[in-house]
């Protein structure tokens, strides 16, 4: 029986092995060698240097110095983006009601007044208020020129390039006039469509890590990237992009619902496996990246 050899074997070796012998020492696969080798691409050290840390290389290989596969600006005259949604051919839709008015609140005031909860009122929240909370957050606020097309949407919420790689997923709990379930927020309609039915209140605790009370928020909102509507343009440098949109989003979504009266709790402990098995996605391309639980607050 032949074993792996140790990988300071290799790396002390005369000869450089082949990828097999090297893949088998990583405990990879040959194929999965090019993206191991750009991880480590510019990483090297001063001897008087700190040992490298995971964050260092991931850092080193973000920088746009090293990005080297971002679109050429040439390329980029003739480019259509990918549509900024998931498809929903087949998917039964709900129609949101119209967006109501926020109140009179100062954005001073929304800033100070806002605060992470992780308490509800047993009561349910209004169809209204989780509608105007997604389109008042995260909506298409109107139209222009863009990526070759004249009617390119606009979000409220910016993102880079206006790419919206971020797609919002609603867990219905608790929700007046709203049968429980997962639903995929479609500013474009605006609707929600529905991705599955039935008690979730279990599955979504479950996938939170320590954070039982999550059984309780009567609507759970899941925050989920798309690379692929980015990473044609920005490349590697994609990961980081996403994550600034991610943080941009998750304000918006404070502030509105602060304004709104709601308590929230944004979630970024959460099993990823299990949340994205929840969404339905592969967490290659398409992954769960934050959990925000909304409700009325106690005593309400």
Not at 77 to 83: E, G, H
Request: glycine share 6%.
């Amino acid at each position: 029986m032949t074993t792996a050899p140790e990988v300071p074997q290799i790396l002390q070796a005369r000869e450089r092995p082949g990828d097999e012998e090297l893949a088998a020492a990583l405990g990879t696969r040959a194929c999965d060698l090019p993206a191991v080798r750009s991880l480590l691409d510019g990483a090297a050290a001063e001897p008087e240097d700190p040992p490298l840390r995971l964050r260092d290389l991931l850092h080193r290989r973000l920088r746009s110095g090293v990005c080297d596969d971002m679109i050429d600006p040439r390329a980029l005259q003739a480019a259509r983006p990918r549509p900024a949604e998931p498809p929903s051919a087949g998917l039964p839709a709900v129609p949101l009601p119209a967006p109501r008015a926020l109140p009179d609140i100062t954005l001073a005031d929304a800033i100070e007044q806002r605060h992470s909860s992780t308490t509800f009122a047993a009561r349910p929240m209004e169809f209204a208020v989780l509608a105007t909370l997604l389109e008042q957050a995260a909506g298409v606020r109107g139209h222009r020129p863009g990526y070759n097309v004249r009617d390119f949407p606009v979000r409220r919420a910016p993102s880079a390039g206006g790419l919206a790689p971020i797609d919002l997923y609603v867990v219905a709990n608790a929700v007046d006039e709203l049968t429980q379930g997962l639903y995929c927020y479609r500013p474009s309609a605006p609707e929600l469509v529905r991705v599955d039915t039935g008690n979730m209140r279990a599955k979504v605790a479950e996938a939170g890590i320590a954070a039982d009370w999550l059984f309780h928020a009567p609507a759970v909102l899941f925050l989920a990237v798309d690379m692929s509507r980015v990473d044609w343009k920005y490349g590697v440098r994609s990961y980081r992009f996403v994550h600034v949109d991610l943080g941009v989003l998750t304000q918006n979504l404070y502030l509105v619902a602060t304004a709104l009266g709601l308590n929230t709790c944004a979630v970024a402990a959460f099993d990823d496996d299990a949340a994205n098995d929840l969404l339905r996605l592969d967490g290659r391309d398409a992954f769960v990246s934050l959990m925000f639980a909304c409700g009325l607050p106690a005593g309400r």
